[in-house]
């Protein structure tokens, strides 16, 4: 029984499709308080007072807390020498951001709970907005932190190469913006934390790491792990931004201990769009030297991060672009420097790539660049600098192994399938004859899969009597699709059918460990651990067998669910009721993995209006061995539609007083089906070496290569070097009037 590749339907979506899959906004827990925040309309603030008292009297009200009432527990320890500056639950003599929480309420209905949180009182003496990081950045500029640095970390990778450029044919230099977006996911952040007694509780939440969850609570609570239970129910969606514990998560929990009551924070889309982590956010300045014939000498990266208000997860996101800024190419000296600057926006998270986004834009949009400076066509120059296959495992200049890869064969069959060469003679004729612009934009990628070097996942088979097989696993779904795909690898690695194999995850009381799900991960490191698992399993059931009939344990054989030996043979449930439970647990830790692509797409400018219509995608990707092709195309879809949004149409852009322009989907763009273009999915297949699946991360990519591709197109359309995301009508209509290079 093999279903490895087999596009499998996925057996979850009949309860989200009919609404029987549960959120944590639909649960019902008697006795639940619903919390509500009252939130700075400042992004950077001194705070005179915070008065609750006319919110402590309003209907329905059980609590209103400001920092000055929170537990002597809730009280965040300042860090020691080189520490990151504390965020406290509650604003607490500064506010850093707009929307950062003045004060939490707790009432009976959620109407109750806004209502009061509308009647908290403040007193806040603005303070100077510093929503650039690179003016942030500077010696002089006011400090987010009395006696710290608003550069909150600094980093290099690999080593300076000024004597690279000093001595080069050619150097090109540009400078590139990646604004902050919004992780716009359908369901927002959502908690609910209920009191079990006797110090113990249990948490409903929508979010990426469970066991990371439960550990934060039991921490912020004073309490061993074990006496904190994390169930994440169905989950609306995450991209990273959910993986963290939000200071909102602990103040629900405080309160719920206080008040010996279930407390629940739903946050809404107008709070997200005003307080929620931001995405990207990056400065970047960069230089690429090479030769007359196009090859790479040497390449720099200069980037000012913008991390908002508390260094957050924020701190480590740019690291990754660092990590990752040598993308597909041979350059042998690279030198980038990573500062991540505090400034007065929301703090900013993992997104969609995470980094590696970032690192491509800069990389992608520079190769073009030099390719107008050579007059050498843009995929051509790609392929003369691409590593070739022969010399993997290959170490980058910036410390990075790539375990395997291909990049001119998925180029090329990229470039085949959109059609280049007869989008290159329609351009040539336009341009000669008239016509609307017509650009062609490539970008190659490489990113990093897995999360962090030797990060492990959690991987359990276990066989019942009744013939099935329940397979545990520490990753946390949040619409990948675990449950068809984690069920796909174990019935393939037992041999036996799939509807004998069941999934549990996301809950810490039925999963002892669990390491997270982003990184595209899942199926690379926790996949393999359920690999690992099953084939364990049989080596156990292998031994246990040979034991009850005295004989060695290579006679015994194994298949489809059953042990044989001569004569005898025996299924696996039978085994588990003569001998007892018969469980193997793993956990896996292989090295990151690089999946890599091409991504093409073509472009159409309408010259009086400066809109972009995207005529067509190509997307090139490989993923190593793929378990589910449909559940892998299904991601490459969306990650397309939010790369798209990046491009043409996203921005949380503040106002002249540092406060969010967005407060609602009628000011926050994003792209819907109306917007999608043809799109057409391929692969590649160079396996991981590393793991026993041969899988790569999936899901990520077209975050990664499309918005650099159609940059890349909208500038070769109307003959320039550089256009700023996000690619609106007025800014392509002001590109074209400038005009030229």
């Not at 300042?78 to 520490?83: H, I, K, L, Y």
């Not at 510093?130 to 003016?135: E, G, H, R, W």
């Not at 550990?215 to 989950?235: F, H």
């Not at 219509?613 to 195309?633: C, K, L, S």
Request: charged residues 25%; aromatic residues 6%; contains cysteine.
């Amino acid at each position: 029984m093999r279903y490895i590749g087999e596009r499998i339907p996925r057996r979850e979506d009949r309860d989200l499709i009919t609404g029987r899959a549960r959120r944590v906004a639909d649960l019902d827990v008697p006795g639940t308080l619903e919390l509500a925040f009252t939130r700075s309309p400042l992004p950077h603030a001194r705070i005179r007072a915070v008065d609750t008292a006319e919110a402590r009297a309003m209907p329905g009200v059980a609590a209103v807390w400001a920092a000055a009432d929170l537990p002597a527990q809730a009280a965040r320890p300042a860090p020691g020498e080189g520490g990151p500056p504390p965020r406290p639950l509650l604003a607490t003599g500064k506010v850093r951001y707009p929307g950062e929480a003045l004060a939490a309420v707790a009432a009976d209905t959620r109407a109750h709970a806004e209502d009061a949180a509308e009647r908290v009182r403040f007193d806040l003496d603005p303070l100077p907005v510093l929503d650039d990081p690179v003016a942030a950045a500077a010696r002089d500029a006011p400090r987010l932190f009395d006696g710290r640095s608003n550069v909150a970390e600094e980093r290099t990778f690999g080593g300076p190469a000024d004597d690279v450029f000093a001595a080069a044919p050619v150097v090109v230099e540009a400078a590139y913006r990646e604004q902050l977006v919004l992780p716009m996911s359908l369901e927002a952040r959502a908690v609910l934390i209920r009191p079990d007694g006797a110090d113990r509780f249990t948490v409903w939440v929508s979010h990426q790491a469970q066991h990371r969850m439960r550990d934060g609570v039991a921490a912020a609570l004073g309490l061993a792990p074990e006496r904190v239970r994390v169930i994440v129910p169905a989950t609306g969606g995450a991209f990273g931004a959910k993986s963290q514990v939000f200071p909102e998560y602990l103040v629900a929990a405080h309160l719920a201990r206080h008040l010996r009551r279930p407390v629940r924070w739903s946050e809404d889309r107008a709070e997200a769009m005003l307080a929620a982590p931001r995405g990207r956010g990056q400065h970047q300045r960069v230089r690429l030297a090479a030769g007359t014939d196009g090859t790479f000498l040497g390449y720099e990266l200069l980037i000012d991060a913008d991390i908002g208000g508390y260094p957050h997860t924020g701190a480590f996101v740019p690291m990754m672009t660092g990590a990752m800024s040598t993308g597909a190419y041979r350059t042998r000296r690279v030198h980038t420097r990573v500062r991540c600057v505090l400034t007065t926006t929301a703090p900013t998270t993992s997104y969609r790539g995470a980094g590696r986004p970032e690192a491509a834009y800069a990389l992608e949009r520079t190769v073009d660049l030099l390719a107008r400076r050579l007059g050498m066509d843009p995929a051509e120059l790609r392929l003369r600098n691409f590593i070739r296959p022969e010399e993997y495992p290959y170490l980058t200049p910036t410390g990075r192994t790539y375990d395997s890869g291909d990049y001119a064969t998925a180029l090329r069959t990229a470039l085949d399938a959109a059609g280049y060469a007869r989008v290159r003679a329609e351009q040539v004729r336009r341009r000669r004859e008239g016509g609307r612009p017509l650009g062609v934009g490539i970008a190659t990628y490489v990113e990093r899969s897995g999360g962090p070097p030797d990060s492990d996942e959690f991987g359990s088979v276990e066989a019942c009597q009744d013939g099935t097989f329940l397979a545990r696993s520490g990753s946390t779904a949040t619409g990948q699709g675990h449950l068809t795909a984690f069920a796909q690898v174990v019935a393939s690695a037992l041999d036996v059918e799939l509807d004998r194999v069941r999934v549990v995850e996301g809950d810490t009381a039925e999963v002892p460990y669990g390491f997270a799900t982003f990184g595209s991960r899942s199926m690379q490191v926790g996949g393999a651990a359920l690999w690992r698992a099953a084939e364990a399993l049989v080596a156990e059931a292998r031994r246990r067998y040979a034991k009850e009939l005295g004989v060695d344990a290579a006679e015994v054989s194994y298949a489809a669910g059953r042990l044989v030996c001569g004569d005898d043979s025996a299924e696996l449930g039978d085994l588990v009721a003569g001998t007892g439970p018969l469980r193997a647990d793993e956990r896996f830790a292989p090295p990151q993995a690089f999946p890599f692509g091409a991504h093409v797409a073509v472009v159409e400018i309408d010259p009086d209006l400066g809109t972009v219509e995207v005529r067509r995608v190509v997307a090139v990707d490989d993923y190593g061995v793929v378990v589910n092709p449909m559940i892998v195309d299904g991601q490459g879809y969306g990650s397309i539609a939010q790369g798209l949004g990046q491009a043409l149409y996203e921005q949380a852009f503040a106002d002249p007083c540092g406060l969010p322009y967005a407060t609602t989907l009628l000011d926050y763009l994003v792209p819907t089906a109306a917007e999608m273009p043809p799109i057409t999915l391929l692969e590649t297949s160079t396996p991981n070496p590393n793991t026993p699946l041969g899988a790569k991360g999936a899901g990520e990519a077209g975050c990664i290569g499309i918005p650099p591709a159609v940059v890349n197109a909208v500038c070769d359309a109307l003959d320039v070097d550089h256009v700023d995301m996000p690619l609106t009508p007025e800014t392509v209509w002001r590109a074209m009037r400038r005009g030229g290079p």
